[in-house]
């Protein structure tokens, strides 16, 4: 760790993941905040437009033609998918590092992301040196990465509930892995649109993109890169009525030595140092509400003996651990900070 | 009562205000729906927009210029404000009854109405035949009228909440009347708005329009009006993380007289034969969720001694009797059917 | 149907199956609402406890031991379970039709009762008699049913689900049945518990008795019933923040002549009379709100081609079709009144 | 400020202001926390009850009798009212500096506590030394104090808003305040009760307390001892469903010369070097989101005038500024460590 902070810039700092990354970084210790840049917003103090923010962050939103960000350390891109593969060449041109909170370095396929995200990936090159951002999974890639996939909320939960069993061989991929997963509201992003309205999502609950969900082929690609075979994965996203919070549902084929297994010992000892991974004491099911503003995940894991089948149910803060604060945990490894630096917030409950 | 039933057209039914209106007349036994129109989606089956009422209204949303709405007996506009002026004359010429769910006919005075509409009113002549619609206060005139200007939610509740005081002269005017409101979310209408995503406004409150809501001189000019003097009034709205459900706390001096008196008798006289107001007994307070769903307004009053007031609460359902049920009463009253007809929904609790 | 109105009892009217029986038969035009009970609160108004019910309830609650239930037609037992089996016996010796919202008489063998609802069956002989009141699965047995067990809310989202698989034998066995589902708080019932206060459970999701719950064996029994083999069943219930409804998410493994079929067109003609069973047409999925309390249940299908597994995925209101709605229509079939009387309540939306 | 940790005790760590104190308290850098105590759940992991603890309090609940409470520094008491003073003495004798989260020290009348509170008072010598605790009103007094009433939470947001009128001497008294108070449901704390269940308190709201509210006469002691006169005090507390947040919207008439000054100004000059107090810039409205999880009080004025009123709205979260929060800020100001120590928390938005 230096003693010089971190200059870190934030295209895009209107949305959900912007502002997150505010809420973390603004008392991150090892981090100068240098340009948060707004396209529409330029000229418009941060706080303004999020209050909560007074006293801690006293920058405006910039133009993005007039932030100086190739004068910072890491960029993070809290903008729609596409614009950091528009931007990112340039700026590691002048070695700063780029973190994608979007999808445009999540797939390593090119035609994948094509046909998911209806756009022509405009750049290959950088796409093939980036590094998919789950430390758990790729901390010594990501060490030296100058360019982060940061995941998907949805696909966070899945992999690292599955690690475990894939690392080790033990499902039985006769059967599809299933996920049915839960959402919080904030998971669609701040823009504004009827389906996402308090008096229409209030009270209700719905599932959707059951047809395909643009998370389903990014969790497939990690799922087979993972089991080194193919895999059948049916995946099934719910929209639940709370601000944040996801939760996962995963029900998988065991093999027949996993059945022999005590699985609960090995998931905590595949996660024992890690320190935003909570494997739960056998018994015990997660609330999304003790991850709460937190880059926590916690993990419980059910044996359905009769069936074979192992459930496993996996929470987390989908703007934490789903997305900004997975992005700072990124960063703080890539330039050599302890993991967890600006990271210790202890979940709001209730 | 007729045996045939009214046609019945709807200007606008894509609105929160239309689908209610849709909810209680596609049961109500004395109507026929006709027409239903929205510019933007005409071609649409109702029925797609809002799956709530497949198996309960068969029509399609039709576009504005080919509705025979000069057929129906009744068009109701739930339009923003400045469409119903434009139409009405058409209608009226045509023997059509009015009922304008905004604001277009509820300031008399117009120019009031340019001010907080920041329109010209184009139809002045319509306005002076137009009726205030709230039966409790103005059924005579309701019966014969052509065009009703339906009250505001927060109207509704203040003016029914004050009326016995008004009527009787029980106010001391030397004191402002003050109403702080809370509404329901869904009072700011269906339209893709940041403000009130359910990310924004869920597990949250805050006070809006305190320099000025549109709401405060209709309420003001209806005061006065049932005052025959002139009468200070302080309204604060507020936005409250519920879909339906509007409650205003009012405080006002009372008149020495008025000391003296049971008020808790005298507002239950007043209505006690409204069937759609519910004064409760002494030292009950209501629920927003007890009016849930129906076209009831409830109130209880406490006397604060010392200080020489009355606080009075006041709950309703902001979509029903503060919109959409109090415009099909006044269609009962203005056809001879009787008050409550298709308005008999038992409040939805929990 | 006959002109005198039913008599009409109820066992239990303060927990939320009794007001929402209650909501229902007050404005149902063939009941008469004879006696509700409650040991607790003996003597007070309906209505001062259920404000809702104000003007549409003047009945107060009665002891059990003075109630003249027997003179009634019909009797619900909206109590916890293991009263309704001590009382069922002497109505049905005086003629009392009896429906219960408990769980007495849905599992016909008792060994599987006493096991998980920790009480001996102390009336057997009645149970045998008990038709499971699932009218779209049941509906001649009910009509001459003296007893009936009402089913629990999550099954008959499983069941209604999979109901024209099964009768079809499109089921592939050698994989479990896997339901996922989702149900608000309300089907946690109205008691003073920590766990479902509003700050425990609002922005708040968690999966709950994933070792066990007691809606999987009657599951699991009806299941096998309409299978007539042995079926693997895994059901993963979990509780979200809203008030009413419930969501199933069902993934079943299609058998070789099921992959031919159009399941779609089979679903909508197995249902096509069905008055409450709507099959959403393609592609179309459902919001638990679109049934909010309505009698609707809902039903989506998905093909998930690649790895041969259906998904389906249901709504209904759980305290509607899911347990007061669905008791009141066994009544109606029982008594020979048409199926949908007092239960054309239209959904509540938003 | 010392090098070394204050050793802290939690008397009943089992409610929301106990897991508050927690959340704060276990990453506050100058505190070790030696003891929490819980009669019913003595032995417990606090972990095990509060998930969101894990990794941050490894402490079990230790019965009451057997904590060695009298080697602390300070004893928070987050308890039902009547337990600190009966505990205080013995603590203050071992030189064990006290802060009750309850009601026993914050009324100095013990006749008034004893009216609302039903219970004698036990300690009254203790209770003449004890200090209000709102540090922005009574920052000196709290520096010596041994024994710390920590307000209620309706009370800190009446007071701080008004406190800067009080001072000067602007409010014309021959009007009443009017506090007309918003609290979310977190603030009727962490007990099983049907009132504060999800299904009752969700999608709804009421006015409760209208007759009298326990913390009426605390507001209006502490306000007569700041106008240095006799006020009429109107006060309407409404619960809210939101987890946390409370919003007064406060309504006072304004002395002659008070309605010829700059309020504005003058309220951002009284709280400038506040850390905890933010004056908003004219026109700005809070919501109690932006303070939520965060020790901020956040207040708006607006001037009414035509009535010659102002209208103040303040925002905090109940749970920090309204309890925990302020209790720590007191420890701090006790202990003589930097104010702000371990409450540099950013509100969680969204």
New interface residues.
């Given amino acids: 760790m230096t003693n010089k902070k971190l200059k870190v810039g934030i295209v895009g700092g209107t949305g959900?993941t912007g502002?997150e990354l505010l809420?973390l970084l603004?008392?991150h210790p090892g981090v100068e905040l240098t340009a948060i840049t707004s396209r529409g917003d330029a000229g418009l103090p941060v706080a303004d437009m999020?209050?909560?923010?007074?006293?801690?962050v006293n920058l405006k939103f910039t133009d993005p033609a007039q932030s100086n960000l190739t004068e910072c350390d890491v960029v993070f891109f809290a903008t729609p998918h596409g614009v950091a593969m528009s931007q990112a060449q340039e700026l590691l041109d002048t070695n700063v590092k780029v973190i994608d909170l979007a999808a445009d370095f999540r797939l390593q396929d090119t035609a994948v992301f094509e046909k998911w995200y209806k756009m022509p990936h405009s750049c290959p090159n950088v796409l093939k040196k980036a590094v998919y951002g789950i430390p758990e999974l790729y901390r010594e890639q990501i060490k030296s990465a100058q360019v982060i996939g940061n995941p998907g909320c949805y696909p966070t939960t899945v992999l690292l509930g599955l690690a475990p069993l894939l690392e080790q061989g033990l499902i039985d991929f006769t059967?599809?892995i299933?996920a049915?997963s839960?959402s919080?509201?904030?998971g669609?992003g701040?823009?504004?649109?009827?389906a996402?309205?308090?008096?229409?999502?209030?009270?209700?609950?719905?599932?959707?993109g059951?047809?395909g969900h643009r998370h389903h082929p990014e969790i497939h690609a990690q799922l087979m890169q993972l089991a080194g075979e193919n895999v059948?994965?049916?995946f099934?996203p719910?929209l639940?009525?709370?601000?944040?919070?996801m939760?996962s549902?995963i029900?998988v084929?065991l093999s027949a030595k996993a059945k022999t297994l005590d699985l609960q010992s090995m998931f905590e000892q595949r996660y024992q140092h890690e320190?935003f991974v909570?494997v739960?004491p056998a018994?015990?099911?997660?609330?999304?509400?003790?991850?709460?503003?937190?880059n926590?995940i916690?993990i419980?894991l059910?044996k359905?003996d009769?069936?074979g089948?192992l459930?496993l149910?996996v929470?987390q803060d989908n703007?934490v651990k789903g997305a900004a604060g997975q992005a700072v945990q990124n960063m703080n490894i890539m330039f050599d900070l302890a993991e967890n630096t600006g990271l210790?917030?202890?979940?709001?409950?209730?």
């Fill in positions: 959900y502002v809420r603004s008392i999020f209050p909560s923010l007074r006293g801690y059967a599809p299933i049915d839960k919080g509201v904030s669609a701040r823009k504004a649109e009827v996402t309205l308090f008096a229409e999502s209030s009270d209700n609950m719905k599932a959707y059951v047809s059948q994965f049916i099934v719910h639940i009525p709370m601000i944040r919070g939760l549902t029900y084929k320190r909570d739960l018994g015990v099911l997660p609330e999304t509400r003790s991850v709460r503003g937190s926590q916690r419980a059910h359905q009769e069936a089948y459930t149910i929470v703007l210790e917030v202890v979940p709001l409950l209730p």
